[in-house]
């Protein structure tokens, strides 16, 4: 179903198959997907949505190109057990993925807002985000530790062990940690929420680090580290 000229006015559901490729000329709307390979899905002047659950065993790529267009693939009952690709020739402004299983999200660059739920958060390529990245991983890790990571405000709602780089300053917005927080960035480390850490929390900052990070956060205070690179 790769046509270009494709215009779906209504969302698309695919019962089973194995690579599945969907290209709409305009916005795109994935019913419930059920692919056992490859799923490619491309939206050329409009959003890409998923009220379905996407059960996709191999990588998944979702492609919107139109300037300022958004992504959002999160439905809680998602299982994309492969790599997630979110993409737009245009630049794109939001996006948010859920996924009931550990997530490796690729290389990505979003002007806008960025929300990941799942069951393990990891990246194979690094984030650009421009507004707030909001985590929420349950009781499993999140590792973002690609070294172009560019992150503005990021926000865990809930993890266990939280590693997080990040090229240029980092600011923290509130988070939930119930294991270790560490931060590596090679600007300044700010927070504009409460930082509930409940393990050891160490912090290595380009230059010198806000000491007022220190009184907002809730943990053990011998287990806090500050480094300056």
Known sequence: MNNAANDFAAPVTVISGNNVTLVDANTLSLGAVDATGTLTVTATAGDITAGGVLNVDGNASFTANQAGASINVNNSGN???GTVSLSGTGGLANASVSNAAALDLQTLTLSGNLSVTAAGINQSGAWMVGGTTTLAASANDIVLSQAGNNFNTLSVVSAHDVAVTDSNALDLG????NGNLSV???G???DSGVLIVAGNTTLTAGIVTTLRLITRMILQPWAL?????
């Open 79 to 81: 299982h994309l057990l």
């Open 174 to 177: 509130a988070s939930t940690i």
């Open 184 to 186: 590596t960035t090679g």
């Open 188 to 190: 300044a480390i700010t």
């Open 225 to 229: 580290q500050v480094a300056t690179t």
